[in-house]
């Protein structure tokens, strides 16, 4: 997701969670490190718009493993 400026707060947040869930449960380390990217890129974006950051790990179990936002 290149525009994370267009999703909702819900989906951000999804998002964020799928990406955690994606990079904790990813064999390789290039994956895993794509995924780590991609929910820094969320979290900066749920801080511009002054929302909480859900803790890492916890939304790495809330999450998909290559759910929606996930890379």
């Known amino acids: 997701m ?3 400026t267009i999703l909702t707060d819900v989906e951000l947040v999804e998002y964020y969670e799928n990406a955690a ?3 904790c449960g990813s064999i390789g380390h290039t994956k895993g490190s794509m995924n780590e990217t991609a929910a820094k890129k969320y979290a900066a974006e749920l801080v511009k ?3 909480p950051i ?3 790990y916890t939304a790495a179990e809330k999450g998909v493993y290559n759910g ?3 890379v």
Do not use: I
């Open 49 to 51: 718009r002054e929302l």
């Open 21 to 23: 869930a994606t990079d």
């Open 54 to 56: 859900p803790d890492y």
């Open 2 to 4: 290149n525009n994370v």
């Open 68 to 70: 929606e936002g996930s």
